[in-house]
């Protein structure tokens, strides 16, 4: 038998006899590394353990601490719960089962209708499955094979899913006793392998997602190498449910939605407050960075979408309606007012850049099973901008807008990853442009010494995109702010400058948002917060309470006065038990509380008692008043 040559991550190279298994390689290095090994990499492609290798190439030996184990680990504990509810439900047919980011979920049509007290019992036939160790054995098979055993199996679902895979492509099996599936792989050599898991939710899923497909039963789980990542996993499963900010925003009074405008939010005086805080803040900024603000209409001709392109890649989205026989459209994003704008007057050079902001309330049609709270609805408002630059110019304005976004995520205490988002199959223009669009944005992340995640093929049909992902308290991502570099726009409405020499030009225009959805950005503080927001944002930033209604004077005195010096006061003056109120003040997470008696009329003083603190201390009020101010001021 020839042997092959395997190449080690260090570079050594050994000769092996060709069908040598990840698992004999790892062997061959120690015993303590065969006991480790989960999978392999061969030639940078995820391998079983056990798959033989028939040729030359680089092997990395994968252990559970590997960047990809935890997938591996989720994606066989995915099929043993396939198994377990075949084994306790009988006739079910598999859809598809992807290890998603926290976890992973398979899709299946069973004639039970399954709810959370099942969970427990599919929990126990899976723990049954991991303690029979069965081998994982990963075949190979040719279309008609595959075709053959999942009609025998009566099993609709994966027959659709064969008849579109493309001619030539591997089909693959993975079994595990009497269990079989269509898989890709990779998976662990043995369902003993698996430590900790843990099933989460029963839900309705359209099968492969489109609402004209039959629903489906969806259980989603998770799983990890050890109980207490698990553990610590459920523990921050559960504090995200308090922190839910549809439940915090109906409990604090921030915003309600209505069955007569499915995903608009309505906000309420107390969200309205924080809307007004986050918009006021931005533009601060913005003016700073030499923004102009502007404002452009709802509703435009269509015409006006077909010459932008919205028409031919964004129509499914968009909300249409006739006025005078002529048909309009509510505007999805703010670019073509923008242009509309740069247009209505001749432009210098000397001009440029020109810096241009909206605050501007778009709506996007979203199907009514993807809208939920504030992260996903069907009208937001933008913060919007589009920076018109000549070519020269587009490094150093897209630094300035990254020198932004750095300033404001680091406000709210968000930390943020960066992602490069490369050109999309369906896009506009030529490849000379996205060449060029795309070395300037590559070039800019080298310069700042920023890391960045490549994203190829995800960028905007008009230009590729740099996208800046920011991390809540409990460690979850989220896309927020993006900077989109365009040269299709410009084209599209015949953009031109008068240059240097005298002649016309075109400009480059780069997209820009921070928040991104201001309406999204909002869901995602109340739970990055806890609802508990920072003073500078609260609602309400301090609540006077009167021991008794001898002190309601001295009390409403105090509020007038810090009302006067802008602070959001209220006073709590009902006839109820002093410790009621304070409790009351507590849920509704207001920054301070400060209660007022004898002691605190006779020496002008408060008793301050701040949200989280258990301790209170009585100060002259004119001190606290001046904490106060600076506290808002440098919004700490």
């Known amino acids: 038998m020839a042997n092959i040559r395997i190449t080690f991550p260090d570079g050594a190279v050994r000769e092996y006899p060709s069908g040598v298994t990840v698992e004999d390689i790892a062997a061959s290095v120690s015993p303590g590394l065969k006991k480790q090994a989960i999978a392999g990499k061969f030639n940078s492609q995820l391998v079983d353990l056990r798959r033989p290798l028939h040729e030359d190439g680089t092997?990395?030996?994968?252990?559970?601490?590997?960047?990809?184990?935890?997938e591996i680990l989720r994606h066989t504990t995915t099929h043993v719960m396939a198994q377990a509810v075949k084994r306790l439900y009988g006739k079910v047919k598999l859809g598809v089962g992807p290890v998603i980011e926290e976890g992973f979920y398979y899709d299946m049509d069973l004639e039970t209708s399954l709810n959370q007290d099942d969970l427990a019992k599919i929990e126990k036939e899976m723990q049954k499955i991991i303690d029979?160790?069965?081998?994982?054995?990963?075949?190979?098979?040719?279309?008609?094979?595959?075709?053959?055993?999942?009609?025998?199996?009566g099993d609709n679902l994966k027959l659709e899913l064969i008849r579109d895979i493309p001619e030539g492509e591997t089909l693959t099996l993975y079994r595990q006793g009497e269990f079989v599936d269509l898989c890709r792989g990779p998976h662990l050599p043995s369902t003993g392998k698996i430590k900790a898991f843990k099933l989460l939710s029963v839900a309705g899923a359209y099968w492969r997602g489109n609402s004209e497909n039959q629903m489906l039963q969806r259980i989603y789980g998770t799983a990890f190498y050890s109980k207490k990542e698990l553990e610590e996993h459920l523990n921050r499963i559960e504090e995200a449910k308090k922190r839910d900010h549809r439940k915090l925003g109906k409990e604090l009074e921030l915003f309600m939605f209505s069955e007569e405008a499915p995903g608009m939010p309505f906000y309420l005086p107390y969200g309205m407050i924080v809307r007004n805080e986050l918009e006021n803040f931005s533009r601060k900024l913005q003016t700073k960075h030499g923004y102009q603000e502007v404002r452009t209409p709802l509703m435009m001709n269509r015409r006006l979408w077909e010459q932008s392109g919205h028409w031919d890649h964004y129509h499914e989205n968009m909300y249409f309606t006739n006025v005078d026989d002529v048909p309009f459209a509510?505007?999805?994003?703010?670019?073509?007012?923008?242009?509309?704008?740069?247009?209505?007057?001749?432009?210098?050079?000397?001009?440029?850049?020109?810096?241009?902001?909206?605050?501007?309330?778009?709506h996007r049609h979203e199907l009514s099973g993807a809208l939920s709270g504030m992260?996903?609805?069907?009208?937001?408002?933008?913060?919007?901008?589009?920076?018109?630059?000549?070519?020269?110019?587009?490094e150093s304005e897209i630094k300035g807008v990254i020198k932004l976004i750095d300033e404001m995520y680091q406000t709210f205490g968000f930390t943020y990853e960066v992602e490069l988002s490369t050109r999309p199959e369906d896009s506009m223009g030529s490849d000379e442009l996205w060449e060029q669009a795309e070395a300037s944005l590559s070039n800019v992340l080298h310069d700042l010494n920023l890391d960045y995640k490549l994203n190829e093929g995800d960028g905007a049909f008009y230009g590729p995109k740099i996208d800046f992902h920011i991390k809540d308290a409990l460690g979850r991502s989220y896309q927020c702010g993006t900077v989109q570099l365009d040269f299709q726009m410009p084209e599209k409405f015949d953009l031109?400058?008068?240059?240097?020499?005298?002649?016309?030009?075109?400009?480059?225009?780069?997209?820009?948002?921070i928040y991104g959805s201001i309406d999204r950005f909002f869901g995602i503080l109340i739970e990055h917060f806890g609802g508990a927001f920072p003073t500078w944002l609260a609602p309400v930033q301090v609540k006077v309470i009167p021991v008794a209604s001898a002190h309601h004077d001295y009390a409403q005195r105090i509020a007038d006065d810090l009302q006067q010096s802008l602070i959001r006061v209220e006073v709590d003056d009902r006839d109820e038990k002093l410790g009621y109120k304070i409790r009351e003040a507590q849920t509704m997470k207001i920054p301070y509380m400060l209660v007022v008696g004898d002691k605190e009329r006779e020496q002008n003083a408060v008793n301050v008692r701040k949200y989280g603190e258990s301790d209170s201390k009585t100060v002259a009020f004119n001190d606290f008043k001046e904490s106060l101010l600076n506290e808002i001021k440098e919004k700490k």
């Open 132 to 153: 029979e160790n069965l081998e994982i054995k990963r075949e190979v098979v040719t279309r008609e094979e595959a075709i053959a055993l999942f009609t025998e199996m």
């Open 375 to 394: 992260t996903r609805v069907r009208t937001f408002v933008q913060d919007d901008a589009h920076i018109f630059v000549m070519p020269s110019q587009i």
């Open 496 to 513: 031109t400058y008068i240059d240097d020499k005298n002649e016309k030009a075109r400009p480059v225009v780069i997209h820009r948002a």
């Open 59 to 70: 092997v990395s030996i994968l252990k559970e601490d590997a960047p990809e184990a935890l």
């Open 330 to 362: 509510l505007k999805p994003m703010n670019c073509p007012g923008h242009m509309l704008i740069f247009k209505s007057k001749l432009r210098s050079y000397r001009d440029l850049p020109i810096r241009m902001a909206e605050f501007g309330q778009v």
